[in-house]
Each structure stands twice: as C-alpha cells, then as structure tokens.
C-alpha cells in the first residue's frame, strides 16, 4: 500500500484504533457463579488475505485459537498454497504450530460440489466445510419453504458421503442464496435428515436488530455450528478508509453485540466462532501486517469477551 491509497492507515492512526486491544490472551472460558461459558475460536485464513500458510498458521495461538479455517481464491488462496506445497508440508506446517485444520471453506465449490474435498478433510480430521445454499433467490412463504425441501432433498447424499467422512456440511445465510432469510434458516433445520447438515450463521447478512439476532440464535440452538462475530457496519462492497471497513468488526460499527452474546450464553454455544470481516478489494489482508491484523482480531474477542462477561453477571 501506498500513503496515497485511499485504504492506507497510518501505523498511528491503527494504534489508535487499536488502544488497549491487545492485553493478556486467555483460555477462552468465562465464569461466574460456578457456571462457564466457553468460546471456540477458529482463524479464517482469509483475513490474512494471500499470505503464506507459513506466517498465518503460528497466529493461530496468538488469538487463542486451535483450529484454522482454510479459504481459497478470491478471498484468500490458503487452499491453492496446500495444493502447490503438498499434502504432507501442509500437514507438518499444522504440527509445527500445533495447530489444527478445523474448516474448509467453498462457496466456489457450492453444496453439491463439496465431494472432491470430502476425502482430504478426512485424511486431516477436518470436521467442518462451510458453503452456500443453492437455489431460487427471492422467494417467500410457501415458495420458499418448497424450494429449503428440494434443496435438503438434493443435499441427502452430499450429507451421507459428508457423514462417512466425519464432515458437517454447514450453509451460511449468504447474501443472494436460497438459504438467506430466518425463514429459510428454520426451515432448513426442521428439514434436515442428519446433524451433518447444519448452520453457518453471519449476521453481516441478516437485519442489523441484535434483538432479533438474538431470538434467531435461540431458536437455531445446536444447529448452529458456526458463528460469525461480523456486522455490517458500512459494508464490504465499497472501497471506503480502513477504519470505516473495520466497522464490519464486532465492537467497532453500532451493532450491539450484547444481546447476541447474551443469546450465545443462554444456549450454551458449543459451536466455532469466528471474529470476521472483509476487506476491499478481495485478497488482502485487512490491514496491512500480519501483527496488526492479528491485534484487530484480539480486539474484537476482547470486546466480546466483555459482552460474555456482563452476560453472566446479568448486568
């Protein structure tokens, strides 16, 4: 990047949007009155952008997480670099960073081209694959829950060869997808025939109202497995400064995230989350060094640590 660049932020201008983010890492737990809540953080490469699998994987730890989520083009090309590099190098790169892969991304592959990946994620234990949801777009009411059917039907062998792998197959309310709208997500679980089939949740996509994210996420329970701590805040479209692309950060835009955590809390999440955005253009990372993306990250799992705190003291 150049200072002319309208995405350009100073180091100055980071750290002082980063003040006080970083602190003490910790385990993840939060407790109180003798009951505890536990995050399960996942890295997804692509906040990296294109950088080498080398430089992301050992960030891992410094987020406190145990598990990277792998991206391929245009968002990131972390699956395009384990195919140039190997199986066997990427395997030992995870081991040197004791690291696991937990999630392999492919909306390019969709729904029903999710195979060819099913035999790899087995070799590496790799239990989840997020994709998109696959059909008509637009639609309502009955039509809609007409067309969640046809999809889960369609689905049921993907599903079955996802099961034998000991993969869950889980469908993000994309914008522009069948699977979008609460509806669509409901429905989608009642139909289900197996667990290995199951929710990706981004409220980047749906109604920036926290209160009705939070009822979403109650009702969805354990059929959510992923859990994207993203807000729409000014987009991810647009090639705004950074610091108005990282409202799309939890406790950076005006989405108030203390409902929704409150709701994580309540359930019990057990599943993955993410602390997630976008930069524009695709495939960089969203800001400019590896160390200062991976302090906005830390930042973000402080602010929600914080929401799960007051969530369990009830203030």
């Known amino acids: 990047m150049t200072s002319s660049d309208n995405n350009a932020i100073t180091r100055r201008t980071f750290h002082a949007l980063a003040a006080g983010a970083v602190g003490s890492l910790w385990t993840g737990s939060v407790q109180a009155a003798g009951d505890t809540f536990q995050w399960n953080y996942m890295l997804p490469s692509c906040m990296y952008g294109y950088s080498k699998l080398a430089e992301i994987l050992p ?5 406190g997480a145990t598990h990277i989520d792998i991206w391929p083009k245009v ?53 989840l ?18 067309a969640v059917a046809t999809f889960v039907e369609k689905m049921k062998p993907h599903i079955e060869m996802a099961e034998l792998s ?5 469908i993000e309310n994309h914008a522009n997808n069948l699977i979008f709208s609460p509806d669509s997500l409901r429905w989608l679980l009642e139909m289900r025939p197996s667990k290995h089939l199951a929710i990706a949740l981004a409220p980047y996509h ?30 991810a479209h647009d090639p705004l400064p950074i610091e108005r692309q990282l409202k799309q950060m939890p406790g950076r835009g005006p989405l108030d995230f203390q409902p929704i955590v409150q709701s994580l809390v309540d359930i019990r999440y057990e599943g993955w989350t993410e602390v997630f955005m976008h930069p524009v253009p695709r495939g960089i990372p969203i800001l400019p060094t590896l160390a200062e993306t991976t302090a906005e990250i830390v930042r973000g799992k402080n602010y929600l640590h914080q929401c799960a705190l007051k969530a369990q003291q009830g203030t």
């Open 59 to 63: 960030e891992a730890k410094k987020i």
């Open 75 to 127: 968002h990131g090309d972390q699956r395009e670099q384990i195919e140039a590099m190997g199986e066997d190098k990427f395997a030992k790169l995870l081991e040197e960073s004791d690291v696991k892969l937990g999630c392999l991304t492919h909306y390019d592959l969709g729904p029903f081209g999710l195979q060819k990946e099913f035999a790899f994620a087995q070799r590496l234990g790799c239990p």
């Open 129 to 146: 694959m997020v994709t998109g949801g696959s059909g008509p777009k637009g639609l309502k009411g009955a039509e809609l829950k007409q």
């Open 166 to 170: 000991g993969v869950t197959i889980a």
């Open 206 to 235: 749906l109604p920036q109202d926290p209160q009705q994210l939070a009822q979403l996420i109650r009702e969805l329970g354990e059929g959510m497995v992923m859990f994207y701590a993203w807000e729409h805040g000014e987009g």
